[in-house]
């Protein structure tokens, strides 16, 4: 198994194939949501992911400061459906977040967070910024994670 | 605007992901449908489009026989919204088909076209060889050309 930490432009056709599928998989098919998926935030972002055998197993896109709101944001996080409970969710967004924050120098990060996931989240540090609300017929939250505040 | 035709392996990274995008657009968002688009047919597939400085208008996949079905086929026709109504419908089928036949040497092709197309795809020689069927939410039928 391999992570990769990639901007677009050092992506492959194939691996964006590969990323676009899983996300379609996960995020269109399981979720029974028919949403614009590909969005061109993905130019801007820079895309990690856990690969085994040509095979995306876990994916998740960081997104700079300024393009989805003026904080950094991690999204698009998922874990394909066989490779789930063992621990990739939350290795990958560890890996996110350390990312964003001692690479990009980053101290909040925003997340536009699925409410069934609030808890994993809150386990990270992150806090609830807003109120639940629907989006693309999904319950979702905003949350915050200020490591000048949580990192004491 | 400029016609474009390539394999898989020569699209670059970009048309790829317009094209995902353009197809996202229509097959999942308009017509809300929560499938998998990107299916793999992708990869043996020639992908016909029309290009409109960096967008991409109008878009056929070609698949070879033995891939989809043991004919070949055609698939994903989409123009986008705002081009609609102008005639790339038709001409995206007649070069498809065209490219088909002459590059491709297929002489039959089957289609799983959307039913409410049905007189459309007749006025290109398609006929119908099922009944109306629903898939994925739609209704679809299947239909097929014999070149000659």
């Known amino acids: ?152 | 605007m400029e016609w474009i035709q390539k394999s898989f392996k020569n699209l670059t990274k970009t048309e790829l992901y317009e094209i995902a995008k353009l197809r996202n657009e229509v097959f999942v968002v308009e017509q809300k449908c929560n499938y998998q688009d990107l299916d793999d047919f992708d990869q043996p597939s020639t992908h016909l489009f029309l290009l409109n400085d960096d967008t991409i208008i109008a878009y056929i996949r070609l698949i070879p026989s033995g891939h989809f079905y043991k004919e070949a086929s055609l698939g994903r026709v989409v123009v986008k919204k705002e081009y609609r109504g102008k005639g790339y419908g038709k001409e995206l089928i007649s070069r498809g088909m065209q490219i088909m036949t002459e590059e491709m040497n297929e002489k039959v092709i089957k289609i799983q076209g959307e039913a409410y197309l049905k007189e459309f795809y007749k006025t290109f020689g398609f006929k119908e060889i099922t009944e109306e069927y629903i898939d994925y939410g739609l209704w679809h039928i299947d239909m097929l050309y014999h070149s000659n």
């Not at chain 1, 992506?11 to 964006?16: C, D, E, I, P």
């Not at chain 1, 935030?41 to 895309?47: G, K």
């Not at chain 1, 995306?56 to 996080?77: H, M, Q, T």
Request: hydrophobic share 40%; charged share 30%; proline share 3%.
């Open chain 1, 1 to 152: 198994m391999n992570w990769n930490l990639k901007a677009f432009d050092d992506l492959t056709a194939s691996q964006v194939y590969k990323i676009l599928q899983a996300r379609v998989d996960v995020f269109v098919v399981e979720q029974n949501c028919p949403y614009r998926e590909i969005d061109d935030v993905d130019q801007l972002s820079m895309h990690l992911f856990l690969e085994e055998d040509n095979e995306i197993i876990a994916y998740a896109r960081l997104i700079p400061k300024d393009v989805l709101y003026p904080e950094a944001s991690i999204g698009r996080i998922l874990v394909q459906k066989k490779f789930r409970q063992d621990g990739y969710g939350r290795e990958i967004l560890k890996q996110a977040i350390a990312t964003i924050t001692n690479q990009w120098n980053e101290t909040k990060i925003k997340l536009h967070a699925q409410v069934y996931l609030r808890d994993f989240y809150r386990s990270f540090g992150f806090k609830e910024v807003t109120e639940e609300y629907l989006e693309d017929g999904i319950p979702h939250v905003d949350m915050l994670l200020d490591k000048l505040i949580s990192s004491n």
